[in-house]
Every structure is written in structure tokens, then in C-alpha cells.
């Protein structure tokens, strides 16, 4: 069974003329048009025959495979009024990807064939671009049994995660590793050891100090990460790190990569791009798990993302409801959202001032997050399905809460300008965002 | 009396944009001055046998209290009464809050009244914020989680100051649960901003890691109060030897290591503490009763303290405060 869900529609015809095609995948980077017939690239040069199709002029525009998000709450079933599979993939459309995977920690968890059965069957009605469902790893994400991961992969899952929680058991862990080999499909982890993060609201450092809240201290999250590593080598099985922040993770994660274990990691453009100094606003939407951490952490990230090491960006896009975040921050949940805002935000942070080049950053949101999860990655290619983002570099906009799809809009960017605007999307041979 | 208008205008000016008293980080030296300076004001008033001053005449101050307390809610209630403001007091228990009312709907149901001041106790840091986001009062804070007592920091510098004439250039040790401690994150910032010298000194569970960022020492050794000139007295509060938050192996051990004796002090350090003191336990009855405890004092400066922060935050408004004083002064 496919692993990536959603509602089909009429292929496109279209003609996109004169953009800087971008793909780091396929090794592309020149001025062409394309163009995509019955939502299958059929041509790529400097001039192509419009053949009747819609014409999109993209003059200074740049054409990359749209993005692919590894991590996305889309709160169903069970918080719909936070989000649903319309809205969030409506959101996802609008930051330019072309699939998401979407986690399992909702009411109830995605732990059953049952459960994850009706999410396929919502998803190919109304999911506006690609979704993959992941599974959790152990029942209710209690950590104590197995899911029955060989079903859940027969019914569709795109991989196993108990995220939102760690797999405290470092046997289950090796259990998990050991039984999901069957399935093809990978397993994703939130490394948090609990006894070390108990009563954390914040990066545990100087800022909590005089603030006064309780500190994450980054070891909860490499001790784990030390752990998971240490058993995916054990069982030379590949393993992917979720939503990374610390420094000493992505020295974890580099160490065993050179010694060959087959392991992955991702990076939120919060953590990519903030600090816990941001926490000195109280404002709840700079509240996650895990915390925005040091400058040295957010430098590791962002050179690990240069690298290589973290090869993937992933929103960790969780909505909540505004009287859930209009409240004391330690009293607010931990989550921001993310995927209207993660091109922009990144771009604006890190490709303008220089500190990551706009190619690095383009398969990093696309190829990158894909290969993780063992997914073709999108590509611009003659015979490819069309998954395709038209990018504005020189667009300016302004982030407010009525420009969301998303049903939530606790953005830690609310009220900013940033630089860099998704015009286009195609997703699945299918227009599904123009701007 | 002392004519507070004419020592206003001996007073560095309060910039136009303080509309609140929330953390200590909010204010600058001058801002300090002007409150302590306006605090001694208030002093001679409370001599006389008529206490009660017109300033605040027409004003109403809420308290609205989270959290139990006894001196500073009462510190609060009778600096506003004195200034003649009109006072509500409001605890949390037997208020909507028992019924599942958030902090938002709580403070707008209040700020529908229209008052000058909310004052806000609650067990969240951040709590102040949310409620001047919410009303168009002037908000102070009476301690916020473990984030900050302003009020409690400027009345400890008082006292200090008047006891020894200046604050610049002495040694304090903060002694005790620094960790889990409002006030100690207060007083920190508000002794180094007026050029004191502060170590903190206690257990290293209890000591959060990267505090001397915010400008003080650190020493787990009791023996490190004798270079002071102030021992500030934390209290320590038994449930943090509950399990599961242990942090210390015992009380006992506690107050054996780091308990505040006659033996470990010099003469002339002179003992404060923001109470309520655990005789025994932190603090040494010996120590509490001693002539160089200023704990009393400490109270006695609240009042004081209190009343120049409602006056200060307050004469900037619409209402013609400095001809309500002048009158009086008349």
C-alpha cells in the first residue's frame, strides 16, 4: 500500500516560463521553462511549446522541488478544532510542500489498523496535498507493548514514531528496532530522557536562572539520543532524530554517521533560528518541546544543516488553541506552528545573511526530509510527477493571523516581516497554491 | 509633613513609558532612587497620629492573590488605605477561579471596573504580563512563580539602606533555596544594580546553574557569610524534600550544613529574611531574635515601600495627584 494519502484531482497542464530551475537533486540550476502535461513533466529547456496550456510567467522567480515536512501534528482525529487533514494540508500547500507525514499522538493514537484506516480514508478525501501517517511504536505510546507494526505498515503507515514522548525503555527501543525491519518502513525518535526534563519549561542555562523556570538541560535530549544511536548500531538498523537542539545531539549524530551507522536527523526552523534569550518575552508561543536552546546549539544546527549531518528541517508544526496558549507560559503546552511560515523564516535567517546557501537550504526541506523516511524524493526531471515550488527571493510579507489556512496560529512569528514568499505550488501533479 | 511634590521634583524623572512594576530588570538606577527617596517621604506621615493621606483619593487598587500571603497582600492593602485609594482584595479561593476561570477572563472581568492598580500574586511566572495585556491598569507584581518581587526586592533594599546609609559597595550573601526563590532573582538584580556585591551561597541542587550570568558569586560553603555584611536568609520550603524533589538528603542535613547560627555570623552582619521564617530550620531562633536582625524592619519598610510604588506608578495619570498632596500640605 501507497504510504502518502490524499484527495485526487485533475492532473494539470501548465507551462512555468523563464524561472531559475533550482534542483539540487537532478543538478539543475538554470534559467528554463517546463512544462507539465496531465501533471507529469514532459519538458525542460529554454524554450518550450505552450501547446494551449496555462502559462505561468516565473521571470526572477526560482523553481525548486517543492518541500517535503517529516513533522506535522495534524491533531486528528480527536483535537479537529485545532486542526484537521483539510486545513493542515491547506496550510502545508501554502508553504509550498508537496507531503507531509503526519504524527500519531492524537485522540486516540494512531496505534491500530483500524484507526490509521480511517485517516487513509479521510485523507483521499480531503487531504489538498499528499499525506503519510505514521504509526506509533508502542500501544496508546504508553511505552510498555509493541504496536503491530506489520499491519499497520500493510494499512498504510508511512513509519513508527511515539513522538510527543520518548521510548523510555531502552529494551523496547531495541525490541522496536529489531521487529520494524520487517515493515521497510523507519522509525523516528523524540530523545528526552524524563527524569532529567521533569518540570522543564525552558533550556536550562542562565536565562532560566534568572528567570526563574524550570530547565530542560540539553543532556535529557543527547543522553537519549546517545542511547538510541548506541542501539540502532547494535542492531545495524537506520534510525531518524527528531526535531534536534542541542549541540552535543548533532555531535552524537555526526560520530555515528563516519562510523557508518545509517542514522538521520532533523532541525525546526525555531530551533534553526532562535535562542532561549526569546523565551525573556514569556510569550507562550516561543514555548516547545524541546526548548530553544543556546547560541552554541543553534550554531551546531544550523552547520550540521551546512553539512549535511541534519539533513532534514522539519516544522514540528503543532497547533493549539488560542485560549490554550492565552495563558501563563507554564501553563501553555509546548508547540508552535510552522508550515506556512518555514521557508520564509529560514530564509530569512539563514540564506540572507548568509549563513546557508539557497540550494543547501532547497534539499534540505525536500530530498533531505524524503530520504529519511525512505521516500522518493521530488525531483525536476522529464517523467517525474510534477512537485514543484515557485519561490519569490525578492517578496516581502508580513506574518498575521488572519493570512493562516492553518486552524491555529500559534506562530512564533506573528507580527514579523520576513523575506521570501511561496507563489506556487504543485503538489502531486496538482496546483494547490498560488499567491 | 514633607511636601512630596517638592521632593518629586528632586527626583529623577519616571520615564513616561513605565506603566507597570513587574521585574526589577525593568528599572534603571534613577528609577530605584526615586522609589526609595519617595518611600523616606512617606515615613514621617506614618508618625503622625492622623496616618491617612488624600493622594490616592478617587484611585482603587485590586489585589488579587493567587497564592496565600500574609504580609504582602496585608502590606498592600493598608499602603493603598493609606494613600486613601479604594481597596478590593481578591484570593483565589471562593473566586470564580474555583470554578475553572482562566487568568484572562478573571483579570478582564476586574479590569471592567475600571481600576488604577491590579496588584497580582499568582504561581505562574508570567501571569503579570498576561493581566496588562489584558486591562488598562498599571500592574504591579507581588511575586510571580519563581521569576520575581520586585516590591520585595526595593523594600529589602530600603531597608538596607537604612540601616547602613548607602547600598553601593556592600557584600550580601543570599543564603539558602536560591533555586526555587523569587526573591532572591529580585534582590540579585536590584543589589547589583545598585553597586552591592552579592554570593549566594547553599546546597548545589539548590544553587540553578548559570545564576552568576545575572552578576553574583557562588559558594557552597556556609563559611562564605562571614565576608558579608548582610546575611539575607532564605526560607526553605519542605516540600522540596518530598520524592521525587528531593533535592536535599534531608532537613536535617540541611540545617545542619547551611543553617543560618550565631556561631557562623560576626559581629555587626546584620540578618534579614523575607519570611515566613522556619525557626530550626534555615534560621536559628537565636539569629531571628537577635538585635541585628532587620526582619522587622524589613515589614515596617514594605509598607512604606509600597506606598511610594502605588504613588509613583499612579501620579503620572490623569487624575491632578500633585493637587491632592499640595492641598493636604496646605
Redesign the interface.
Known amino acids: 500500500m501507497a504510504v502518502l494519502h490524499f484527495r485526487e484531482g485533475r492532473p494539470e497542464d501548465l507551462v512555468l516560463r523563464g524561472a531559475r530551475v533550482l534542483d539540487p537533486v537532478s543538478g539543475i540550476d538554470a534559467k528554463l521553462s517546463v512544462r507539465v502535461d496531465q501533471g507529469v513533466i514532459t519538458q525542460l529547456g529554454e524554450s518550450v511549446q505552450p501547446n494551449g496550456h496555462q502559462i505561468v510567467e516565473a521571470d526572477g522567480l526560482v523553481l525548486a522541488p517543492a518541500f517535503v515536512d517529516p513533522h506535522v501534528h495534524l491533531r486528528t482525529p480527536g483535537r479537529e478544532d485545532e486542526e484537521s487533514i483539510a486545513t493542515g494540508t491547506a496550510a502545508a500547500a501554502a508553504g509550498g510542500y508537496c507531503a507531509i507525514l503526519a504524527m500519531p499522538n492524537t485522540e486516540p493514537v494512531v496505534d491500530s489498523a483500524a484507526v490509521l484506516g480511517a485517516l487513509v480514508e479521510r485523507a483521499s478525501q480531503e487531504a489538498n496535498v499528499p499525506v503519510g501517517f505514521l504509526a506509533a511504536i508502542s500501544k496508546g505510546q504508553e511505552g510498555r507493548e509493541l504496536t503491530e507494526m506489520a499491519d499497520l505498515a500493510a494499512a498504510g503507515a508511512a513509519g513508527f514514531t511515539d513522538d510527543g514522548r520518548p521510548v523510555v525503555s531502552a529494551g523496547l527501543m531495541r525490541r522496536a528496532l529489531q521487529y520494524h525491519s520487517l515493515t521497510g518502513r523507519r522509525i523516528a525518535v523524540h530523545c528526552e530522557e524524563p527524569t532529567l526534563s521533569r518540570g522543564g519549561h525552558m533550556h536550562e542555562g542562565p536565562v532560566s536562572a534568572e528567570l526563574g523556570f524550570g530547565g530542560y538541560p540539553s543532556v535529557a535530549e543527547s543522553l537519549m539520543v546517545g542511547r538510541d544511536l548506541a542501539i540502532a548500531a547494535y542492531e545495524g538498523q537506520p534510525l531518524h532524530l527528531m526535531h534536534l537542539s542541542a549541540s552535543e545531539s548533532v555531535e552524537l549524530l555526526q560520530h555515528a554517521q563516519a562510523a557508518g551507522v545509517r542514522a538521520t536527523g532533523e532541525a525546526t526552523p525555531h530551533h534553526l533560528c532562535l535562542t532561549d534569550e526569546a523565551v525573556r518575552s514569556l510569550d507562550p508561543n516561543v514555548k516547545m518541546n524541546p526548548p530553544l536552546r543556546a547560541e552554541q546549539d543553534r550554531a551546531a544546527l544550523v552547520d550540521g544543516l551546512r553539512t549535511g549531518v541534519v539533513s532534514a528541517v522539519a516544522t514540528d508544526h503543532a497547533p493549539h488553541a488560542r485560549h490554550e496558549k492565552e495563558v501563563p507560559f507554564e501553563e501553555a503546552p509546548f508547540g508552535v506552528t510552522g508550515l506556512e511560515t518555514a521557508f520564509s523564516a529560514l530564509y530569512t535567517h539563514l540564506v540572507e545573511p548568509g549563513l546557508v546557501s539557497l540550494e543547501t537550504l532547497l534539499e534540505r526541506m525536500s530530498a533531505g526530509p524524503a530520504r529519511a523516511y525512505g521516500l522518493e524524493p521530488p525531483r525536476i526531471a522529464v517523467g517525474a510527477r510534477a512537485n514543484l515550488v515557485l519561490l519569490d527571493s525578492r517578496a516581502d510579507w508580513r506574518v498575521t493571523e488572519d493570512g493562516f489556512r492553518s486552524r491555529s496560529s500559534n506562530s512564533w512569528l506573528l507580527g514579523r516581516t520576513l523575506s521570501g514568499r511561496v507563489r506556487l505550488t504543485v503538489a502531486a501533479g496538482r496546483v494547490v497554491h498560488e499567491a | 509633613m514633607t511636601d512630596i511634590r517638592l521632593v518629586r521634583e528632586e527626583l529623577p524623572p519616571r520615564p513616561p513609558g513605565r506603566r507597570h512594576l513587574i521585574s526589577i530588570?525593568d528599572l534603571t538606577r534613577d528609577d530605584v532612587e526615586r522609589l526609595l527617596a519617595t518611600a523616606r517621604s512617606f515615613e514621617s506621615a506614618l508618625e503622625r497620629e492622623m496616618k491617612k493621606l488624600p493622594t490616592l483619593r478617587g484611585r482603587t487598587v485590586v489585589n488579587l492573590f493567587f497564592e496565600s500571603s500574609t504580609r504582602t497582600s496585608s502590606s498592600f492593602e493598608l499602603a493603598a488605605k493609606r494613600l486613601s485609594a479604594d481597596v478590593m482584595s481578591i484570593k483565589a479561593s471562593g473566586s470564580a477561579v474555583d470554578k475553572g476561570e482562566?487568568?484572562?477572563d478573571t483579570a478582564l472581568t476586574l479590569g471592567a471596573y475600571g481600576p488604577d492598580v491590579i496588584v497580582i500574586r499568582?504561581a505562574?511566572?508570567?501571569?503579570p504580563?498576561?493581566v496588562a495585556a489584558v486591562t488598562s491598569a498599571h500592574v504591579v507584581n507581588a511575586g510571580?512563580?519563581?521569576?520575581?518581587h520586585p516590591t520585595q526586592a526595593l523594600l529589602d533594599l530600603y531597608t538596607i539602606e537604612q540601616e547602613f546609609g548607602r547600598i553601593e559597595g556592600l557584600h550580601v550573601a543570599i543564603v539558602g533555596d536560591v533555586l526555587h526563590s523569587?526573591v532572591a532573582?529580585s534582590d540579585i538584580q536590584a543589589l547589583a544594580l545598585c553597586g552591592a556585591r552579592v554570593t549566594l551561597v547553599g546546597p548545589p541542587t539548590l544553587i540553578?546553574?548559570?545564576?552568576?550570568?545575572?552578576g553574583c558569586d557562588i559558594s557552597y560553603d556556609i563559611g562564605a557569610l562571614r565576608d558579608a555584611d548582610v546575611v539575607y536568609v532564605l526560607r526553605m520550603q519542605r516540600e522540596r524534600m518530598e520524592e521525587g524533589e528531593a533535592y536535599m538528603p534531608s532537613l536535617r542535613e540541611y540545617t545542619a550544613r547551611w543553617g543560618v547560627t550565631p556561631e557562623r555570623l560576626r559581629p555587626g552582619q546584620r540578618v534579614m529574611h523575607p519570611g515566613p521564617m522556619n525557626r530550626g530550620v534555615e534560621i536559628d531562633p537565636r539569629v531571628a531574635d537577635a538585635q541585628e536582625a532587620l526582619i522587622e524592619q524589613q515589614v515596617r519598610s514594605g509598607l512604606v515601600v509600597r506606598m511610594a510604588v502605588l504613588y509613583d506608578l499612579l501620579t503620572h495619570g490623569p487624575v491632578a495627584v500633585e493637587a491632592a498632596v499640595a492641598e493636604e500640605v496646605a
Open positions: 530588570a482562566s487568568l484572562k499568582h505562574h511566572i508570567g501571569a504580563q498576561l510571580d512563580g519563581k521569576h520575581q523569587r532573582r540553578p546553574r548559570g545564576i552568576e550570568a545575572m
